[in-house]
């Protein structure tokens, strides 16, 4: 039986780790990485966190956050120099598209949920 999957923030002595995911998947971009966001919100304001999706201690992919403060609560989306903000998962190797396909359902749910729970008043992610 395979672990549960878990999302969680990510801590800075995890950005490595999510730094090697977002360099090896094909929905991986520079805006994914930590050192873009930390530069975007330096200087643009707002502020970042990266959920990690793992199940048991395999770093599986997750989803950068950049938040913003509006009147209706925090916000989650794209801006300017960062148009592209959404879900970095890995590929699995498997000769069956079904099977790849399953899991980028169960990894997108997982991610979902999470975000959901966060209770941000808005969520865009492109």
Known sequence: ???????????????????????????GSPYA???????????????????GLRRGEELLGGVPLYETATAAGPAVGPRLLLYYLG?????????YPSQQTARTLELLGAIADAVEALGFAKVVLK
């Open 87 to 95: 879900p970095v998962l890995r590929r699995f190797d498997s000769k």
């Open 33 to 51: 990485t930590s050192a873009y966001l930390d530069a975007l919100c330096r200087s643009a304001g707002g502020r970042f966190r990266i959920l």
């Open 1 to 27: 039986m395979k672990a549960a999957l878990s999302v969680q923030p990510l801590v800075e002595t995890e950005y490595r780790d999510w730094a090697g995911v977002v360099a090896a998947s094909p929905d």
